[in-house]
């Protein structure tokens, strides 16, 4: 069983940076995908970035095409933590967003195919 936390959200101005932090813990999440997802309300939950383990070939980030460039996911496995830098943040980003792992891999990101979810933070960026 995996448990994750995320932390860093807040209310931040548009053109802000927050950074986003995802703790594993009860196993390592050393060789899970971790990816980080949002949700907006009245919205279904969507796909932000997703990264592999640092020993697989592509481990690189992925992420949703409209927001490349200005997120950037990265993982520390010593700590078993996954972050999300989060650049000139817009009033659109506003949402939760959940840290979210899987062990089984796969070649797209998609919310039914984790395995584990966080609790979600709030991102809210204000006009």
């Known amino acids: 069983q995996v448990h994750l936390v995320e932390a860093g959200g807040g209310l931040v101005q548009t053109g802000a940076s927050l950074r986003l932090s995802c703790v594993g813990s009860?196993?390592?999440?050393?060789?899970?995908?971790m990816a980080w997802f949002r949700q907006a309300p009245g919205k279904e939950r969507e796909f932000v970035a997703g990264i592999r383990p640092l020993k697989s070939s592509a481990s690189i980030g992925t992420y949703a095409p409209s927001l490349k460039g200005r997120f950037t996911i990265s993982r520390n496995t010593a700590k078993d933590t996954t972050t999300l830098q989060m650049n000139n943040l817009k009033p659109e980003d506003t949402a939760v967003y959940y840290c979210?792992?899987?062990?089984?891999?796969?070649?797209?990101?998609?919310?039914?195919?984790?395995?584990?979810w966080g609790q979600g933070t709030q991102v809210t960026v204000s006009s």
């Open positions: 009860g196993r390592t999440i050393t060789t899970d995908d």
């Open positions: 979210a792992a899987r062990s089984g891999g796969g070649n797209t990101w998609l919310t039914s195919e984790m395995d584990y």
